[in-house]
């Protein structure tokens, strides 16, 4: 049987708009969709996101320049393009009254660069489903070894697409005998003086790491209010095996607020938060 991996932020469904602006942390995820038979699973599902990387790479057993294919470093080929995979989306909105949004992680600057043509047609104002840009654009906690994406030409890049969240934050090196940490005063300065330099003026979420999250509510809450002019969010997510303070993280998410606050974790830790159920209202 084929399976494909999908974390659930919690185990409630999602019930119209207008309660997942109340709970963002209502959303769903498939990860890794990054060739065919994965797309095609997940767009069977209930899921609400799909989230996909992309590199430069080829169509297998096809030659020639390298375009932008759905694939995680280290591979460089797949059996899906871009291209293919928004318009997959795409049909698929078109014919379902349930959206699909899709979240794209950049793992290069040079993968955004070729993307740019094959991403303008689907962040047209007449194009309804969510649609995001992600990428670790600033080196984070616990001296990380991926190298960021170009921060300044994401961004520049990036904000040319106004219908487009966001989705920037930090490299980070987490887990295995690295399990504690924080993100700093420093690395939240930075992400907030590369916005407003940048002049970004869309709508942006923050990815953070749970288990490094958990320990840094006063700067994450300090982000989130010099920001709140581009309507920002977090994205709360971890990774499987991650060590996570459970009540602090908990206490994070509610203190932020529930309608500011995405939860892209595995079920198990999911559950553990014991979060108020989808049509609780929450406040900052």
């Known amino acids: 049987m ?25 959303v769903t995820w498939a990860h890794a969709v990054n060739n065919k038979t994965y797309l095609e699973a997940a767009l069977a599902t209930d899921v609400s996101m799909l989230e996909a990387d992309i590199v430069l790479g080829h169509v297998k057993g096809k030659d020639g320049p390298p375009i932008p294919i759905m694939a995680h470093p280290p591979a ?119 916005l407003n330099e940048n002049h970004v003026n869309q709508t942006v979420t923050f990815p953070v790491r749970a288990g490094l999250a958990s320990n840094s509510q006063p700067v994450i809450l300090d982000l989130l209010r010099e920001t709140a002019y581009l309507n920002s969010s977090i994205t709360v997510w971890s990774s499987e095996g991650d060590s996570v303070e459970v009540d602090r993280l908990r206490a994070l998410l509610l203190t932020v607020g529930l309608e500011r606050t995405y939860l892209d974790v595995p079920q198990e830790l999911a559950a553990r938060l014991r979060l108020p159920p989808p049509d609780t209202k929450t406040k900052n």
Not at 156 to 183: I, P
């Open 2 to 26: 084929l399976k494909i991996l999908i974390i659930l932020a919690v185990a409630s469904a999602i019930n119209g708009e207008e309660e997942v602006m109340k709970n963002l942390t209502t």
């Open 76 to 194: 460089t080929t797949s059996d899906l393009t871009l291209a293919d995979f928004l318009t997959a989306v795409a049909q698929y909105n078109n014919v379902n009254s349930k959206q699909k949004g899709v979240k794209l992680d950049f793992k290069t600057i040079e993968a955004f660069e070729k993307a740019q043509d094959h991403i303008v047609p689907f962040a047209k104002p007449d194009v309804s489903f969510p649609l995001w840009l992600n990428a670790d654009i600033l080196a984070g906690p616990i001296d990380a070894e991926t190298k960021p994406v170009d921060p300044e030409k994401f961004l520049t890049m990036g904000s040319k697409h106004k219908r487009a969240v966001l989705s920037v934050g930090w490299t980070t090196h987490y887990g295995g005998n690295n399990t504690e940490g924080e993100y700093s005063r420093d690395q939240i300065g930075s992400m907030i003086r590369l």
